[in-house]
């Protein structure tokens, strides 16, 4: 399977927001969404077998596996049948536009799964189908940018009523909510109000901060060049000590994205 990240954090989105995860970002889409906040994700990446995802979660209890878009890897429902075998709880964060009848019905996992609106430019790309799968365990993401989207919104859970929970989000993840609040209110809906929490925390920075996670079994740390020169030397010495990453296998992962944008390195994927 075509893997672009494996890290450590907090859920940032939906009904599991603070809780510590471990995140596997798969790698590619199917979709093309005109105000994507991943596209790092669409290509690159490093090829890990199954069990060596499963030895990176370790014992992790909570992982969420996100894109790109998840499911068009051909392994997927395997992977979600390993994790629940070994009883995590599993967010799957799906885009709504692939067949999802192969998830395991499982209580363990949860389908945090999005309608597409308008302004994405994707709306015609859902699969309808997948809305009957969705429980009171799972929940349906709508990422509104405008009027026109919320309206849009309003019309489609009207004409498609689903027995789950209807999250509302800006486009973006941290702007707009009180007009957003405020929209909802007034349409009587049952559906929550959500900002992006690590949108809040670390902007439009890339996973990690702060954290470790594994790749290829080795114990990581994930940082970019970027916080390495904000935190400054003897600080980031007093980061990893604090963070317990004292293993002599520890390797550093630079993300090319960033040491890019400030003219660094460019290899491709971790390294
Ligand atoms: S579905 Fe998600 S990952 Fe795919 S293009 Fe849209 S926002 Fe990006």
């Given at each position: 399977?075509?893997?672009c ?7 940032g989105e939906g009904?599991?927001?603070?809780v510590?995860?471990?995140f596997?970002?798969?790698?590619g889409c199917?979709?093309s ?5 991943t596209r790092?994700?669409m ?5 890990m ?6 030895g990176a ?5 909570r992982?969420c596996?996100?894109?790109?878009e998840p499911m068009?890897?051909?392994d997927?429902?395997e992977?979600?049948r390993m994790?629940?075998?070994?009883g995590?709880?599993?967010?799957l ?6 067949d ?8 363990l ?6 309608i597409?609106?308008?302004s994405s430019?994707?709306a015609?790309?859902m ?5 009957r799968?969705?429980s009171?365990?799972?929940?349906l993401?709508l990422?509104v940018?405008d009027?026109?989207d ?5 019309r489609f859970?009207?004409e498609?009523p689903v027995?789950t ?15 957003l609040?405020?929209?909802v209110?007034?349409?009587?809906l049952?559906?929550?109000v959500?900002?992006?929490l ?9 996973a990690v901060r702060g ?5 290829h ?5 994930l940082?970019?060049?970027?916080d390495?020169?904000?935190?400054g030397?003897h600080?980031?010495i007093?980061?990893l ?10 390797v550093m992962?630079?993300?090319?994205q960033?040491?890019?944008a400030k003219?660094g ?7």
């Open positions: 399977m075509r893997i990240e494996c890290f450590k954090s907090i859920q009904l599991m927001m603070g510590p995860t471990f596997v970002r798969t790698v199917n979709l969404c005109s105000w994507c906040d790092y994700s290509e690159g990446g490093t090829e077998s199954l069990e060596e995802i499963m979660v370790g014992d992790s209890p992982v596996v996100t894109g790109g068009i890897q051909p997927m429902p992977l979600l994790l629940v075998s070994a995590k709880q599993v967010v964060e799906t885009n709504g536009a692939t999802l009848s192969q998830v395991p019905d499982d209580p996992v949860m389908i945090s799964m999005d597409k609106c308008p430019g994707m015609d790309r699969l309808k189908g997948n809305l799968l969705l009171r365990k799972d929940q993401k990422i940018a009027d026109a919320f309206d849009y919104a309003v859970l009207d498609n027995d929970n209807i999250i509302f989000g800006p486009v973006g993840g941290t702007g707009k909510l009180d007009w609040v405020s929209r209110l007034d349409s009587g049952d559906a929550r959500l900002p992006q690590h949108k809040i925390i670390w902007g439009d920075r890339r954290l470790h996670g594994h790749l079994g080795r114990l990581c740390i940082a970019a060049l970027e390495i020169v904000n935190l030397g600080l980031f007093a980061f000590r604090n963070a317990r990453i004292d293993e002599p296998s520890a992962c630079l993300y090319p960033f040491t890019k003219g390195p460019s290899e491709e994927g971790p390294v």
